[in-house]
């Protein structure tokens, strides 16, 4: 744990592009069990709201070492302690062992999702001497974070522990079965030269070894994360019956204007200016299919002077990430139970790398929250 004075500041282009290095005396490894603490004011009696933030990159890559996640101008700004967690990521924090080493190893397919847990227990028992009330935890992810965060209203254990949840760019992922996971387990074993009968070689071997396995860390084709493991995770976060535990506790989901923005940044398209209405058609057909003119037409007249690949990022977004997923999660989870449930739009633009951002979002309200009930 850190407790970072409220006066240190980050540079402005390390806080919106995410880099810069981690701060001094926090090297990457597997010693990841970290909370940074963010206040206000240490024991002054004041009983804050605390926000606990998780972050994005998937079950597999990710860290509040960076800038990007500092919670600094949050509890600043907002008077509030805000609190974000390093956790084991991809084989260290889902390697689901129970099926070849045995019933010991039960839940090592969710450590991960423990460790948050475990951080929540810590905020309940600790909280209240960094100035916040343990009786008034909002848990808020963006991304994988949404995802971690969705997991944890779905297990017994973190039961309590959560008052209110933020759901940032709202997906769903679909979690495998247990013969799903060991399938991938074997894998695992298999790139590292190991056959079944070694798999308890594993924890001998070195954690730069490990993840140099391919495809087990950095989003890679194991796709190593939660399961339903019938121990700590027993269905699915977002399943239609969803998780009786967590239906009383209040929701505020949505998205941005232009989820697909980010790709850009992380090597997904370095030609996403050029992109021209044929390129836009070819890519959006694997996702419309023969709604795919009638999509390129309608966006094409609400967004009359955007470039193609600014409006395919529309469409993208529009037809997965907000009528597909936070739509429906949000109608299911009004079903549930009689908390509220709120929606957002994002469609702020920033200022940032000479105006990159496209200026589309100016043509949505810069922000859009509705209450259903």
């Not at 390390?14 to 206040?39: F, K, R, W």
């Not at 996971?181 to 070694?198: A, D, H, N, P």
């Not at 702020?348 to 105006?355: H, K």
Request: hydrophobic share 40%; glycine share 12%.
């Amino acid at each position: 744990m850190r407790v970072i004075p409220a006066g240190v500041r980050f540079p402005p282009r390390d806080i919106l592009a995410g880099g810069g290095d981690p701060p001094p005396g926090l090297p990457m490894n597997e010693d990841c069990l970290v909370l940074n603490v963010s206040t206000p004011g240490l024991a002054d009696g004041k009983r804050r709201p605390v926000m606990v933030g998780f972050h994005g990159g998937g079950f597999s890559q990710g860290t509040t070492s960076m800038p990007l996640f500092s919670g600094i101008n949050l509890a600043r700004n907002g008077d509030g302690v805000v609190v974000t967690v390093n956790h084991r990521l991809g084989l260290f924090g889902h390697l689901y062992l129970a099926d070849i080493l045995g019933e010991r190893y039960a839940a090592s397919g969710n450590a991960s999702l423990l460790d948050l847990v475990l951080a929540l227990e810590w905020v309940r028992d600790n909280i209240e001497q960094f100035g916040g009330d343990p009786q008034n935890v909002t848990v808020f992810g963006q991304s994988g974070g949404n995802l971690k965060a969705s997991c944890l209203l779905a297990m017994p254990a973190a039961r309590g522990l959560i008052h209110k949840v933020i759901l940032q760019s709202a997906g769903q992922w679909r979690f495998p079965s247990r013969d799903q996971q060991t399938r991938r387990v074997r894998q695992v074993l298999e790139r590292l030269g190991l056959s079944v009968g070694e798999a308890k070689r594993l924890f001998d071997m070195p954690a730069d070894t490990l993840i140099s396995v391919p495809g087990a860390m950095a989003l890679g084709d194991l796709d190593l994360g939660p399961l339903v493991d019938d121990v700590t995770l027993f269905d699915q976060p977002q399943a239609p019956s969803g998780p009786g535990a967590s239906a009383s506790i209040p929701m505020l989901l949505g998205t941005t204007t232009e989820e697909s923005m980010f790709l850009p940044f992380i090597g997904g398209d370095p030609k996403f200016l050029a992109l021209t209405d044929d390129d836009v058609r070819t890519r959006m057909e694997k996702l419309m299919g023969a709604k795919t003119e009638e999509g390129m037409a309608l966006y094409g007249r609400i967004y009359p002077d955007e470039k193609p690949g600014y409006r395919m990022a529309h469409m993208s977004t529009d037809s997965t990430f907000f009528t597909k997923w936070a739509v429906p999660m949000a109608e299911r989870t009004l079903r549930q139970g009689s908390a509220p449930v709120y929606m957002y739009l994002m469609g702020w633009q920033s200022p940032g790398f000479d105006g990159y951002y496209p200026r589309a979002a100016l043509h949505r309200p810069a922000v859009c929250l509705r209450q259903h009930r």
